[in-house]
T-cell receptor, first 113, second 118 residues
Framework: DVKVTQSSRYLVKRTGEKVFLECVQD?????MFWYRQDPGLGLRLIYF???????EKGDIPEGYSVSREKKERFSLILESASTNQTSMYLC????????????FGPGTRLTVT | AQKITQTQPGMFVQEKEAVTLDCTYD???????LFWYKQPSSGEMIFLIY??????QNATEGRYSLNFQKARKSANLVISASQLGDSAMYFC???????????????FGTGTQLKVEL
């Protein structure tokens, strides 16, 4: 079974802190994704990566950056956390080619105070 | 730009009955795909079913079927014989064409909260 893990289920940070959210997948997937989920807005794509060191902006990249130094790991970075970044963050991965299913991690609920 | 619309914020259904969750989409691409995901209260996203735009038959997976009407741009999820464990949030999503890098982005709807009652 594909397993996508995220470093924390719950995280509380202060405004202005630098925050790292880590995601690891164990199926050698080429593509990895970061979403945020807010009530009434569904899931929105922040960034994705289709290969090591490669990344593309999603729909809401402002205030975030990402890093993918190894194939299995994709990190989301909040350079200076703000209260409007309080949200649920979901990581996903996908094989390349025509298998389009994305496999999701359990999510990290981030609160910025 | 792609858009997914789910107009039912909440739905109730009696156990053992069938229920249809609505999803309409908008895209200018000829090649696209539609997904349904289930999110229980635990928070994990569970893949249910996928329909490609060129698939001629409606997708089915066990008690789940996707009623794909291309001309109407709708991709409704039908759950037959509802069970208490089906209570969850359900998201419709659409993939776009591969980007330069080959990854497919998903655009999600806002979700429908389904509650199955005895």
């Amino acid at each position: 079974d594909v397993k996508v893990t995220q470093s924390s289920r719950y995280l509380v940070k202060r405004t202005g802190e630098k925050v790292f959210l880590e995601c690891v997948q164990d199926m050698d997937h080429e593509n990895m994704f970061w979403y945020r989920q807010d009530p009434g807005l569904g899931l929105r794509l922040i960034y994705f990566s289709y290969d090591v060191k490669m990344k593309e902006k999603g729909d809401i990249p402002e205030g975030y950056s990402v890093s993918r130094e190894k194939k299995e790991r994709f990190s989301l970075i909040l350079e200076s956390a703000s209260t409007n970044q309080t949200s649920m963050y979901l990581c996903a991965s996908r094989e390349g080619g025509s298998n389009y299913e994305q496999y999701f991690g359990p999510g990290t609920r981030l609160t910025v105070t | 730009a792609q858009k997914i619309t789910q107009t039912q914020p909440g739905m109730f259904v009696q156990e053992k009955e069938a229920v249809t969750l609505d999803c309409t989409y908008d895209t200018s691409d000829q090649s696209y795909g539609l997904f349904w995901y289930k999110q229980p209260s635990s928070g994990e996203m569970i893949f249910l079913i996928y329909q490609g735009s060129y698939d001629e038959q409606n997708a089915t997976e066990g008690r789940y079927s996707l009623n794909f009407q291309k001309a109407r741009k709708s991709a409704n999820l039908v759950i037959s014989a509802s069970q208490l464990g089906d209570s969850a949030m359900y998201f419709c999503a659409m993939r776009d064409k591969p980007s330069t890098g080959g990854g497919n982005k998903l655009t999600f709807g806002t979700g429908t909260q389904l509650k199955v009652e005895l």
